[in-house]
């Protein structure tokens, strides 16, 4: 009788498969009553796993290293400040920081330094992560992260090494005192006098509530006297000099501005600020007002360059306490969507930024450590709460 090759081929996968069972079977018998079978496969295991961990260690070693390379790369970079140059200059390093890890995992390291010093100068660096993250491969996008978070922390760290200011005489410290979280109170570093000022500072975000506009200075709030200086470009506010205009201007006004002195078309300056006055909102004008400040003070830096203060406002809110009471609603993402609306074609990556979970988080900082100044009663307006 002639066998098959189709029949040949079923037998001999029937062999193997038999084959492949007993040694599993073998294998299993082995493992549970051979003492020195067990000892064997135990030793075996630790060394992979050792191996795993060494393996870890090393990478995680190595990006340390690598944090550390850009960090310091980026401190001794001397960025370029004009518009033009700013543009040429991120599309180079995008280009060299792109082409070098397409290259291979041995080019990653010098990849990553082009890579985060175009992150640095881009004027939207959420919008740059996203694409990021998209586009490069998944090691270069965690050791971007990487970086990103350590210099925070190192941020974070050293704040206090800021503020207050040492001239000042005193610093923030933390106390000697049992809490979960560390505690820090203001310590002096001199001896003072009583009636000795320490310092002073400027509000972080300052508004006047809708029915004292024209009455008191949109910026430092003094009630006007016979002094007035009008919006160059809109009636809607006044000021109590020139330069608080000029001030105003740099710092917030110019963005919010409603400039309906150049054009009689309704804007969306127009209905914001219609829409706070309406409904008695002053923390929407006060967070829209931050956040063009954090634009002013990025502007401010850059033509300051390295010897601008390394903080900015963002530093300081996000040390403050934040209002448990304040809860997502349809007027809060009411409030978002028009203060991004307002803001979209002046603060790069304000869409990005501005979710909702992130104004409420302003809100309830706002709505725990703001607080009102009472004006003089012969003024005769009654200043109810605000939202």
Same mark, same amino acid.
Request: contains cysteine; glycine residues 4%.
């Given at each position: 009788?002639?066998?098959? &090759? ?87 390093? !995008? ?30 660096? !959420? ?246 100044? &009472? ?13």
């Amino acid at each position: 009788m002639t066998v098959k &090759p189709k029949t040949i081929a079923l037998i001999s996968t029937a062999i193997v498969a038999t084959f492949g069972l007993g040694y599993l079977v073998y294998f299993d018998q082995k493992r549970r009553t051979d003492p020195k079978f067990k000892k064997q496969l135990k030793r075996e295991r630790k060394k992979a796993t050792k191996a795993v961990q060494k393996t870890q260690e090393t990478e995680l070693v190595t990006v340390e290293a690598l944090v550390k390379t850009v960090l310091d790369a980026v401190a001794e970079e001397s960025f370029p400040e004009t518009a033009e140059t700013k543009e040429a200059y991120f599309l180079e390093k !995008l280009s060299l920081g792109e082409g070098l890890c397409a290259r291979g995992e041995e080019f990653y390291g010098e990849g990553v330094i082009h890579l985060y010093k175009a992150l640095k100068i881009y004027p939207a660096p !959420l919008e740059l992560i996203m694409i990021y993250q998209k586009s490069l491969p998944e090691k270069v996008f965690r050791i971007i992260v990487s970086i990103m978070a350590t210099e925070q922390q190192k941020r974070q760290a050293e704040f206090y090494e800021h503020f207050p200011p040492a001239e000042t005489g005193v610093k923030f410290t933390e106390l000697p005192v049992e809490s979960d979280a560390p505690v820090r109170g203001l310590t002096a570093d001199k001896d003072f006098n009583a009636g000795d000022l320490i310092y002073t500072e400027t509000p972080l975000i300052s508004a006047l509530y809708p029915k004292l506009e024209g009455k008191h200075c949109n910026y430092c709030m003094k009630a006007l006297g016979e002094t007035k200086i009008e919006c160059t470009n809109c009636d809607q506010v006044l000021f109590c000099s020139k330069e608080c205009e000029q001030i105003a201007s740099e710092q917030y006004h110019q963005f919010l501005c409603t400039n309906n002195k150049l054009t009689t078309e309704q804007n969306i300056a127009s209905t914001f600020l219609n829409f706070s006055k309406e409904n008695n909102l002053n923390y929407p004008q006060m967070i829209a007002q931050f956040l063009s400040g954090m634009v002013a003070e990025d502007i401010k830096k850059t033509k300051l360059g390295k010897a601008a203060v390394p903080y900015s406002s963002w530093d300081h809110i996000e040390r403050f306490k934040s209002s448990s009471s304040i809860e997502p609603s349809e007027e809060s993402a009411k409030e978002a969507t028009m203060i991004k609306e307002l803001l979209a074609s002046k603060v790069p990556g304000i869409d990005e930024f501005l979710t909702d979970e992130t104004y409420i988080l302003l809100k309830g900082k706002l709505n725990e450590n703001c607080f009102q100044i &009472p004006t003089p009663e012969e003024e005769g307006i009654e200043v109810n709460n605000s939202n």
